[in-house]
């Protein structure tokens, strides 16, 4: 089970670090070495995007690396063969990250059978709010598998409550309005958020959205108990190159 | 939201998170506006004053002559303000806007009169405007950036995707997530998550119910067919729904592009080349590979060059209620020359599409037949494409004459 997985891992750290790539950019070969230098590195978990055309939540960076994946001729098989390679060499959970109309088109519960023998741990589906994926959550459940909701600076207790009732594993909170990729302000405001988001449910909450460097990870430390870094590390790789992500990632928790 | 807008599976609202409080404060703001009797006057009452409602229903007797066959009457949308029936939609969206108390305004469009529809709206409501218009768009419809700018509205052009409507949509909502608390998004068409295609629906009822009014007047009795161009398809449920109880046949015709074994078109309903997926918030028949990534399409109307359709069409196409086809881009183009040359009307290029599909029938019913067409929107503003089409050289003569003016 994630839950357990990340709660005796809590044990031994103080926070955790969950990292995202797109599959398939720059390429995918580049994507397997991204992953090695991040494990190494000391990542908890990992979300691996299966890249779509239409990625509404996502900013600029991560947009254009589903463009950029797609154009080179990423396929959804592609990227089950990548997790499965992943999952037979690193030992850490990794989940897929997709938006629905991936899941639906594969068929939902196909999908969800094929991450739970390639070995996947959950999913995150961001246009897929629980009133629209009872299909998902079943077919999650009935593989053992964590359908990660989300919670938002807009989303009421009364609603973050029920949000925490179809999922598993952990939450994923949302810094601020906004898609990925632009900068968040770790203010007072947010720090209420924060407490709201804890006092909503017993799961493990992780927080994602412009962290990108080390200040950002200690704000979070005692607040929460997953940071995602999600497209800072496309810039790094982009800027300095894959040998440049290990170094990047150790530094965040030093 | 408890209601999610399905119509036999197709719709629903599949929003990020961020969103769903603003979604739950816009359904309660249409509610509200719907079940108040009043909003429909206030609604009825500018849509006659700053746009020129109720638009006519024009007998077309050049073209009942040649054709030969049903009496073909036109539904002057055209004649609205701005040019187009996007005006209803705009309207509509912006006495919600001004109800929830929000000061900005943004919308996608592809051939640009959504947007200038809505620029309009912002300046006569006196909100802040942003609109969304893919990079491809930008170029073939310049002259119409030229007036949203003039209007006011930020002009932003999309250089993401396939750089046209789907992707202005994309960018539009990429704004929306990030600005909810003072911008609403006036969606131009009957997609995209509940409660947009309703709404939008609703506000464009205001074509076919005028039209069903106005036949029964000069006729007596009800059409036989209803053509309307669909590209998100506002324009086609806008007349269509007034008629939905009734014995009348209702046609939807797609943008067929270079033909429907081609590729190259925008045929959700009418081509075997679409399946159901989920995109841009909601479930419909969508142009997508076996992954479930968007295919380019193509039209020489940029209005109808989209991979989606409204929901509301979809389970329409299902249950049979509605019929599609498609026009190939070479006979948009033929209709529209014969029909400003037998009537002296401009339909658009979108609309051009509603008249291809009417003159292959018109001929096959009888003088006691009624034929309805909605002109959706005027083509004389596109005068670059519509010329392009043409292949005109006196203009292309003019145009290079211009652009040296300009470099001396």
């Given at each position: 089970m994630l839950k357990s997985y990340l709660r005796e891992q809590r044990t031994k750290k103080d926070i955790l670090l969950m990292t995202h790539i797109v599959l398939g950019y720059p390429s995918f070969k580049e994507s397997f070495r991204i992953v090695e230098e991040m494990v190494e590195a000391g990542v908890d978990i990992m979300e691996l995007q299966i890249p779509f055309s239409e990625p509404i939540a996502d900013g600029a960076v991560i947009l254009k690396a589903n463009q950029r994946s797609l154009a080179a001729g990423s396929t959804v098989e592609k990227c089950i063969a990548f997790a499965e390679k992943a999952i037979q060499t690193f030992n850490i959970p990794f989940l897929f990250m997709?938006?629905?109309?991936?899941?639906?088109?594969?068929?939902?519960?196909?999908?969800?059978?094929?991450?739970?023998?390639?070995?996947?741990?959950?999913?995150?589906?961001?246009?897929?709010?629980?009133?629209?994926?009872?299909?998902?959550?079943?077919?999650?459940?009935?593989?053992?598998?964590?359908?990660i909701f989300i919670f938002t600076p807009t989303t009421s207790m009364e609603r973050m409550k029920k949000?925490?009732?179809?999922?598993?594993?952990?939450?994923?909170?949302v810094a601020r309005r906004g898609v990925t990729g632009a900068d968040t302000e770790f203010s007072l405001e947010f720090q209420k958020y924060l407490e709201r988001c804890r006092s909503a449910t017993d799961l493990p909450l992780a927080l994602g959205f412009?962290?990108?460097?080390?200040?950002?990870?200690?704000?979070?430390?005692g607040k929460v108990d997953i940071a995602v870094v999600g497209t800072q590390t496309i810039r790094i790789v982009e800027k300095e190159g894959v040998d440049a992500v290990g170094g990047f990632i150790r530094g965040l928790r030093s | 939201m408890d209601n999610r807008g399905y119509y036999d599976g197709f719709g629903g609202a599949f929003i990020p998170e961020i969103l769903v409080a603003t979604f739950d404060e816009l359904v309660d703001a249409y509610m509200d506006a719907k079940a108040d009797s009043g909003f429909w006057r206030e609604y009825e009452q500018i849509m006659s004053s700053y746009s020129c409602r109720p638009t006519p229903l024009t007998f077309a007797g050049n073209?009942?002559?040649?054709?030969?066959?049903?009496?073909?009457?036109?539904?002057?949308?055209?004649?609205?303000?701005?040019?187009?029936?996007?005006?209803?939609?705009?309207?509509?969206?912006?006495?919600?806007?001004?109800?929830?108390?929000?000061?900005?305004?943004?919308?996608?469009?592809?051939?640009?009169q959504h947007g200038v529809a809505t620029a309009t709206m912002a300046a006569r409501f006196g909100f802040n405007c942003t609109i969304y218009m893919g990079e491809v768009d930008v170029e073939r419809q310049r002259p119409n950036v030229f007036w949203m700018e003039r209007l006011g509205a930020e002009v932003i052009p999309v250089k993401e995707g396939t750089r046209i409507l789907k992707d202005a949509i994309n960018e539009a909502f990429r704004d929306w997530v990030t600005n909810m608390d003072t911008t609403h998004?006036?969606?131009?068409?009957?997609?995209?998550?509940?409660?947009?295609?309703?709404?939008v629906t609703y506000f464009q009822?205001?074509?076919?119910?005028?039209?069903?009014?106005?036949?029964?007047?000069?006729?007596?009795?009800?059409?036989?067919r209803v053509y309307a161009c669909v590209g998100g398809g506002s324009n086609a449920m806008g007349i269509f729904s007034d008629f939905m109880d009734d014995p009348v046949e209702l046609v939807g015709v797609e943008a067929g592009g270079e033909g429907l074994e081609s590729s190259r078109h925008a045929s959700r309903l009418s081509s075997k080349d679409a399946s159901i997926g989920v995109a841009q918030g909601y479930k419909t028949y969508f142009l997508q590979d076996d992954d479930g990534q968007m295919k380019e399409t193509h039209?020489?109307?940029?209005?109808?060059?989209?991979v989606g359709v409204s929901p509301i069409l979809s389970h329409l196409k299902e249950t049979g209620r509605v019929r599609f086809e498609a026009a190939m881009d070479h006979e948009v183009v033929d209709a529209l020359s014969f029909t400003i040359r037998k009537e002296g009307l401009i339909p658009a290029l979108e609309s051009s599409h509603a008249f291809v599909q009417a003159f292959k029938e018109a001929s096959e019913l009888s003088g006691d037949d009624i034929l309805?067409?909605?002109?959706?929107?005027?083509?004389?503003?596109?005068?670059?494409?519509?010329?392009?089409?043409?292949?005109?050289?006196?203009w292309e003569k003019f145009i290079i004459k211009k652009a040296e003016g300009y470099n001396a």
């Open positions: 997709s938006y629905y109309n991936i899941l639906f088109k594969y068929g939902v519960r196909q999908f969800a059978e094929v991450m739970a023998e390639t070995g996947l741990k959950g999913a995150i589906v961001p246009d897929l709010p629980p009133e629209e994926g009872a299909e998902y959550i079943e077919a999650m459940a009935d593989h053992k598998l964590a359908p949000i925490a009732g179809y999922a598993d594993g952990f939450i994923y909170c412009g962290v990108k460097e080390k200040s950002d990870i200690d704000f979070l430390r | 073209l009942t002559e040649h054709f030969g066959g049903a009496k073909i009457y036109i539904k002057r949308e055209d004649l609205n303000h701005t040019g187009a029936h996007k005006a209803n939609n705009v309207m509509g969206q912006g006495l919600l806007v001004k109800r929830m108390g929000k000061k900005r305004v943004i919308a996608e469009t592809g051939a640009g998004y006036v969606l131009g068409t009957a997609c995209g998550p509940h409660p947009f295609p309703e709404m009822s205001i074509i076919g119910k005028e039209a069903r009014k106005q036949i029964l007047e000069l006729e007596g009795v009800l059409p036989k039209s020489i109307a940029a209005g109808l060059d989209y309805i067409i909605n002109q959706s929107g005027r083509g004389d503003k596109d005068i670059f494409t519509v010329a392009d089409a043409f292949k005109d050289p006196g």
